[in-house]
């Protein structure tokens, strides 16, 4: 999972962020609202954008929201958090309240809000539920830890801005809507058509005009709240983060049975036929390979007898790449090369057809299981006698103990979840 921030909220602190570095992306778009610090939080990948610019000197109708979704969708962001100021449309709403909207009304009028905005390639996307419930419900879990003043949903009207509402707009967006403010559309819109898991973490500064009792709202007001209230932000985001992470770990756990004393006495078998039963299951393992793997240099996947024939097979129709199996000796018809690698106890053998890959192809290997090693690296051995390159070596499921990534020291080793013990 790498993880998209908008709005930034001091999370580019070199104190809070690891390993970090300044990246510029290209876009068809043209260029983003500022560069992008890429670098970890709890060992979480993140990607912050300052969508104003560093020195909020970009006005909300002029942000390049397209530019800015493209980038973050083409650094591997699955998830995207954003933080905004929003003026509230209800008395319950107080300033310094936090909102997580799950409904918009877009009254914008002069932005990009598409990426199919070219004839001949229409598309229509669904948009009844703009924001990803999933984010939202770990946003709302975390502010009630927290102790975070809240509201756990709310209706947001967008408006074009720079220009705050006139009372009559003020009086009539009540009807209508719960906050107001001037950045989520087209920016939620953008990341649901390049299926992003998107949410928001709205921070309450002001009534904006209707309320009587209350000074009508102006930009200093909106700094000066957000300034005193940005630690509320930060804390949440230094929360969730890293539970993000472990939230596709811990579902995809979930569906894998253990079975005890299986292939022997002592050992606990990491069974994924009931992974391979859930569409739900199977839906979330192949979404976190696609993400992963859909702007990565890869020109084939080399899939291992036999579960990895059934991932391999999914991933490759879904990234449009062409399909390799690596198989037990006598499977293949054709000529070719094999590689024998030692067991426990004697040896085994793989091979793969000798015109399967090319010189200089990135080739993604896929198993199911990583324990020794043996198997994956005698595929990654096989594919260096062909003249390809070993992008990467991915696996549901790792068992770290029995140190088989130590075995495939020097490449690219990626696993979605990891089992303590055999």
Request: negative net charge.
């Amino acid at each position: 999972m790498k993880i998209g921030i908008i709005g930034g909220s001091g999370l580019d602190d070199p104190n809070i962020l690891q390993d970090h570095e300044e990246k510029e992306v290209d876009t068809p778009y043209g260029i983003t609202s500022s560069k992008i610090t890429c670098g970890k939080i709890s060992g979480t990948e993140v990607c912050i954008l300052s969508r104003h610019g560093k020195f909020h000197e970009i006005p909300p109708s002029q942000v390049n929201f397209r530019a800015n979704i493209y980038a973050l969708n083409t650094l591997g962001c699955t998830h995207i958090l954003t933080t905004s100021a929003v003026g509230s449309l209800k008395e319950e709403i107080k300033p310094g309240d936090l909102v997580f909207p799950d409904q918009f009304i877009d009254f914008t009028k002069h932005r990009k809000n598409t990426f199919h905005d070219t004839i001949g390639q229409v598309k229509h996307t669904e948009m009844a539920e703009p924001f990803s419930k999933e984010l939202r419900n770990i946003l709302i879990q975390n502010a009630e830890a927290l102790s975070l003043q809240h509201h756990k949903k709310a209706t947001i009207v967008v408006i074009e801005g720079p220009r705050f509402s006139t009372k009559a707009e003020s009086h009539m967006f009540r009807n209508l809507a719960d906050i107001i403010g001037m950045t989520t559309v087209p920016e939620c819109t953008l990341a649901k058509e390049l299926g992003l898991e998107y949410a928001s973490i709205a921070m309450s500064t002001d009534y904006d005009c209707w309320k009587q009792d209350e000074e009508p709202v102006t930009f200093e007001i909106i700094l000066e709240r957000m300034k005193e209230n940005a630690d509320k932000v930060k804390k949440l985001l230094l929360e969730v983060i890293p539970k993000m992470s472990n939230q596709d770990e811990n579902f995809i756990k979930g569906k894998i049975r253990t079975i005890p004393n299986f292939p022997k006495p002592g050992i606990l078998f990491r069974d994924i036929t009931t992974l391979l039963a859930d569409p739900e299951g199977m839906q979330k393992v192949i979404e976190i390979f696609y993400n992963r793997y859909k702007n990565k240099e890869i020109d084939v996947i080399a899939a291992i007898e036999s579960r990895g024939f059934i991932l391999g097979g999914i991933l490759a129709d879904k990234l449009k790449l062409p399909l390799v199996p690596i198989k037990k000796p006598g499977k293949l018809p054709g000529e070719t090369v094999k590689e024998e690698y030692s067991l426990e106890y004697g040896t085994d053998c793989v091979e793969v057809h000798k015109d399967a890959i090319s010189p200089g192809q990135n080739v993604l290997i896929i198993d199911d299981l990583l324990a020794t090693g043996g198997t994956a690296c005698a595929a990654c051995n096989l594919i260096k006698r062909l003249g390809g390159k070993v992008a990467e070596v991915a696996f549901i499921v790792e068992l770290p103990d029995l140190k088989g990534r130590d075995k495939l020291s020097g490449r690219n080793v990626f696993s979605i979840v990891r089992f303590d013990g055999e």
